[in-house]
T-cell receptor
Framework: AQSVSQHNHHVILSEAASLELGCNYS??????LFWYVQYPGQHLQLLLK??????LVKGIKGFEAEFIKSKFSFNLRKPSVQWSDTAEYFC?????????FGAGTTVTVRA | DTAVSQTPKYLVTQMGNDKSIKCEQN?????MYWYKQDSKKFLKIMFS???????INETVPNRFSPKSPDKAHLNLHINSLELGDSAVYFC?????????????FGNGTRLTVT
């Protein structure tokens, strides 16, 4: 079985600060990795994905994530956040035809 | 031209009632899903259908019954609703069999059981 762990439950930061959200997974085989974002009152949208190749992937809105296989991690980063980045962020892993989500991290950006 | 559409958006009902949520996707995807998001925002998969065939059926009470009349539709019927069923239910679709491509989510149906 696969599982996903997100380290931070709630992150509060100011505009222009850097953001890093941790994600670790457990699964013995090949995985596909995703970060989704859910803005207040909206549905989930894909931020970025990793299937293979360069472990540093870039997504929309200036987000990037790095896959470190040895650490079973897929951390999300953004160098300078904006107020509009306030949202819920979900890491997701697929290893057996089923996408499993982490518990989510609430990010609040203060103007 | 909404890609994944769910109806209704809000559903308020009393315990013991039976209700349905409908989902349609116009993306031509082969796989559709139902996810439940609880009050703590935790997302858990409930069901997955690939070309009308049930491929994932998580530990969900049998009061929940998915129906897929064709690959563009996946409806969720809930019998004898309970307070604990209150949540946001998201429908999603993907082109592959499951997980090997990103999911496209609907806007969610907020179910409140009183």
């Amino acid at each position: 079985a696969q599982s996903v762990s997100q380290h931070n439950h709630h992150v509060i930061l100011s505009e222009a600060a850097s953001l890093e959200l941790g994600c670790n997974y457990s699964y013995g085989g090949t995985v596909n990795l995703f970060w989704y974002v859910q803005y207040p009152g909206q549905h989930l949208q894909l931020l970025l994905k990793y299937f293979s190749g360069d472990p540093l992937v870039k997504g929309i809105k200036g987000f990037e994530a790095e896959f470190i296989k040895s650490k079973f991690s897929f951390n999300l980063r953004k160098p300078s956040v904006q107020w509009s980045d306030t949202a819920e962020y979900f890491c997701a892993v697929n290893g057996d035809y089923k996408l499993s989500f982490g518990a989510g991290t609430t990010v609040t950006v203060r103007a | 031209d909404t890609a994944v559409s769910q109806t209704p958006k809000y559903l308020v009902t009393q315990m013991g009632n039976d209700k349905s949520i409908k989902c349609e996707q116009n993306l031509g995807h082969d796989t559709m899903y139902w996810y439940k998001q609880d009050s703590k925002k935790f997302l858990k998969i409930m069901f997955s259908y690939n070309n009308k065939e049930l491929i994932i059926n998580e530990t969900v009470p049998n009061r929940f019954s998915p129906k897929s009349p064709d690959k563009a539709h996946l409806n969720l019927h809930i019998n004898s609703l309970e307070l604990g069923d209150s949540a946001v239910y998201f429908c999603a679709s993907s082109p592959g069999r499951g997980g090997d491509s990103p999911l496209h989510f609907g806007n969610g149906t907020r179910l409140t059981v009183t």
